[in-house]
């Protein structure tokens, strides 16, 4: 199915533990991001990438790593999951030539215990 | 202080009513500015997509652009129950592709 996939939908781990979500798109898109949604935060920027094997740091880039070695394929690690990063984690993409936006996954609702 | 400020709500209206959301923001280089829709438990979809100022319409939602001001808005007339959401507004420059999002301001529509 064409779309931008993320998985897992929901995630629950131990504090300490490292936990990787992923993110998948089949459009080719040459930009992909990293969110997570907090209340009163809003949507903060962890990571993003311009293309396959470039990245760079957002807003909030602590305590996560990012790679993407293929274009369609944007994992987001928690080396040490802490119970901060308890939130709601959104995937983005979008083609940098026909700008329109961005168009987001369904998210990844991750609960640190 | 936030670069895009967005009241939280929420927002509480009648069905039919007009709702009118709205977004200040510091950054005069902002050239693009979008409203995004996000149902509960759903990731943000695109709504409405402006460049620069001025107003554009598409069926019951407006949105408007006052850069001199720093102030967006976005219109809904005869708003419905399936309109409730969490609308977040975001902008970026004139290059490079970072959006940078309002907090969301969640509208409830009561039938």
């Known amino acids: 199915d064409a779309g931008i996939t993320q998985s897992p939908r929901y995630k629950i781990t131990e504090t300490g533990r490292q936990v990787t979500l992923m993110c998948h798109q089949t459009?080719?898109?040459?930009?992909m991001f990293w969110y997570r949604q907090d209340l009163g935060h809003g949507l903060r920027l962890i990571y993003y990438s311009a293309a396959a094997d470039i990245t760079d740091k957002g807003e909030v880039p602590d305590g996560y790593v990012v790679s993407r070695s293929k274009t369609e394929n944007f994992p987001l690690t928690l080396e040490s999951a802490t119970r901060s990063q308890t939130s709601v984690y959104f995937c983005?993409?979008?083609?940098?030539?026909?700008?329109?936006?961005?168009?987001f996954g369904s998210g990844t609702r991750l609960t640190v215990v | 202080q936030k670069e895009v400020e967005q009241d939280p709500g929420p927002l509480s209206v009648p069905e039919g009513a007009i709702v009118s959301l709205n977004c200040t923001y510091s950054n005069s280089a902002f050239q693009y500015f979008m409203w995004y829709r996000q149902y509960s438990r759903k990731g943000p979809e695109l709504l409405m997509y402006?460049?620069?100022?001025g107003n554009k319409e598409d069926g019951r939602f407006t949105a408007q652009v006052d850069k001199s001001s720093k102030y967006i808005s976005l219109f809904i007339r005869d708003s419905q129950p399936s309109d409730s959401a969490t609308y977040l507004c975001?902008?970026?420059?004139?290059?490079?592709?970072?959006?940078?999002f309002g907090a969301g301001t969640i509208l409830r529509v009561k039938s």
């Open positions: 402006t460049y620069s100022s």
């Open positions: 983005a993409s979008s083609e940098s030539r026909t700008w329109g936006g961005y168009t």
């Open positions: 975001a902008m970026r420059q004139e290059y490079g592709n970072k959006l940078v």
């Open positions: 459009w080719s898109h040459s930009y």
